[in-house]
C-alpha cells in the first residue's frame, strides 16, 4: 500500500523552536519527526512511500534522497505554488491507483497500520478516519457516527456543537480510496478536511476508526515540548496496540459521578469533586481509562439508547472541558428479571457482561489488546470489585473516605 505524507507545512506557530528548517525536519530525542514516522511505517512494512513538500522542501529532499538509507523507497511531489493541503493529491492522482495511506509529516504518532488498515479492509470503506479523545475537543474539530462508526457528522471548529458531544477527534492520519479523486474541484487551492472529506459525511461510505494510540501533533512550542516529554517517558511507543496495554476500569455511578439511584435524565449527572483530575492522572500515566457500567435503567424501558449517549456525551464534555478524557466505554444494557411494566423483553436476559460477571472488561481487552493481570478495576459497588477479580485485575473501592481521586494517586 502507498504512503502519501504530506510535508509542505511552514508551521508558522512553532518558529520558537526552529525557523529555519521545515517543520517535518523538527528534531525528536535528535531526529526529525518526519524520521520517527518513516521508521514506523518501515517496520510494518510500508516502504512505498511519497512526500509532498513545498516550504524548504530541498531540505527534506537533502536529507531523506530516495529514502534507501531508511530502509524505503520515497517520491517526491514538489509544490512551486501553495496548493492547499490536498491540492498535490490531485497532481499525482496517476501513482494512487489503490488504496493508500495519508498522514501528516508533523505529527508525533506510533500505530499499529496493520490493524487500521484491517479495520478500512474490512468495512470496504471509502475513507477511514483515524480518531481519537484528546484533552482539548472543546476547541477541536469533532466527528459524529452511527453505531456502525460510519461518520454522520463532521463539525469543524468553526461549526455549531451540541451541548453535549462524545469527545472524538480526527488525528489527520487516513486510509482513503483513490477514487475521492475523481472529483472535479474548480480551485487551486484544496482543503483536505472542508473540500474532500467533510462532505462523505452522512453517505455512509466514511468510518471512523477509535484507537486510543499515541497521535500528537507538534503545532504549537507547548505541545512540542510536551511530545519530547511523552518520548522520553516511553509513551509514544508503549501506546501502540501491537504492546500490551495496562488499564485503569472505572465504574460510573458513585465512582466518576454523583450516585442518585437509577440514573434517567441527563440532568441528573453530575461530577464527583476531583473526578477530572484523577482521570486526567490516568491519562498522563499510560494507563487506559476505560468506564465499564451496568444500565439496567435500558431494559426497564426507562432510558432509551439515545437518551444514554446523551448522558455519556454529558460525561466526555464535562470531562474534556477540564482537559480528562475516557479511552472507552462500556456499559451493560442488560437485567435478568422479567415480568415488569415497560420493560424491553428482548433486554431481560441473562448476560455476560452484567457486573459481577467480567465481560466488559474481557471486551475491551480484546479491543485495546489490555493485560488484565496489570490492569486495575476501582468502583463503589460488591459487584465491581467482583468483576474485577473477575478478570484477573487489581481492585479498589472507592468509599466516602476513599475518593477515585485518592486511590489512583495511590496506583499511580
Not at 179 to 185: F, M, P, S, T, Y
Not at 315 to 330: F, Q, R, V
Request: glycine share 6%.
Amino acid at each position: 500500500m502507498n504512503v502519501v505524507i504530506m510535508a509542505g507545512g511552514k508551521g508558522t506557530r512553532i518558529t520558537s523552536v526552529a525557523s529555519d528548517i521545515p517543520k517535518p525536519m523538527i528534531l525528536i530525542d535528535g531526529k526529525p519527526v518526519l524520521e520517527h514516522e518513516i521508521e514506523c511505517l518501515r517496520k510494518q512494512g510500508f516502504t512505498d512511500i511519497i512526500l509532498t513538500v513545498s516550504h524548504l522542501g530541498n531540505v527534506i529532499m537533502d536529507y531523506f534522497q530516495d529514502g534507501s538509507k531508511f530502509g524505503v523507497h520515497i517520491e517526491y511531489y514538489f509544490e512551486k505554488e501553495p496548493l492547499g493541503n490536498a491540492g498535490a493529491l490531485f497532481k499525482i492522482k496517476d501513482k494512487l491507483t489503490e488504496d493508500f495511506l495519508l498522514l501528516n509529516a508533523d505529527a508525533m504518532f506510533d500505530v499499529d497500520f496493520n490493524r487500521f488498515v484491517d479495520f478500512h479492509k474490512r468495512h470496504n470503506a471509502f475513507v477511514t478516519l483515524f480518531t481519537h479523545p484528546n484533552s482539548h475537543p472543546y476547541d477541536s474539530g469533532l466527528i459524529i457516527s452511527n453505531e456502525y462508526n460510519q461518520v454522520e457528522k463532521w463539525l469543524a471548529k468553526e461549526d455549531e456543537r451540541p451541548m453535549y458531544y462524545k469527545n472524538r477527534v480526527n488525528a489527520g492520519l487516513h486510509v482513503i480510496s483513490p477514487e475521492v479523486l475523481n472529483q472535479v474541484i474548480y480551485t487551486q487551492k484544496i482543503d483536505l478536511d472542508r473540500q474532500l472529506l467533510k462532505p462523505l459525511a452522512g453517505t455512509k461510505k466514511m468510518y471512523c476508526y477509535d484507537s486510543p494510540e499515541y497521535v500528537k501533533d507538534m503545532g504549537t512550542p507547548e505541545r512540542y515540548y510536551a511530545v519530547c516529554e511523552d518520548f522520553k517517558a516511553g509513551r509514544v511507543q508503549s501506546k501502540n496496540l501491537s504492546n500490551k496495554q495496562k488499564a485503569i476500569f472505572l465504574d460510573r455511578d458513585g465512582t466518576i459521578n454523583k450516585y442518585v439511584g437509577f440514573l434517567r435524565e441527563v440532568e441528573q449527572f453530575e461530577l464527583l469533586p476531583n473526578t477530572s483530575e484523577a482521570i486526567k492522572k490516568i491519562n498522563n500515566s499510560g494507563y487506559l481509562a476505560i468506564v465499564v457500567t451496568n444500565q439496567p435503567v435500558v431494559a426497564r424501558g426507562e432510558v432509551t439508547f439515545e437518551q444514554l449517549d446523551q448522558i455519556h456525551n454529558k460525561m466526555e464534555t464535562l470531562l474534556g472541558k477540564d482537559g480528562a478524557y475516557l479511552d472507552g466505554i462500556y456499559f451493560c444494557p442488560h437485567h435478568p428479571h422479567k415480568g415488569f411494566e415497560g420493560e424491553i423483553p428482548e433486554l431481560k436476559v441473562e448476560c455476560e457482561c452484567r457486573k459481577p460477571k467480567p465481560g466488559m472488561l474481557l471486551q475491551a481487552a480484546k479491543d485495546f489488546n489490555i493485560d488484565l493481570s496489570k490492569s486495575w478495576m476501582i468502583g463503589d459497588s460488591d459487584n465491581d470489585i467482583l468483576a474485577g477479580e473477575n478478570a484477573g485485575c487489581f481492585t479498589a473501592r472507592v468509599t466516602e473516605k476513599d475518593s477515585l481521586y485518592d486511590i489512583v494517586e495511590r496506583i499511580l
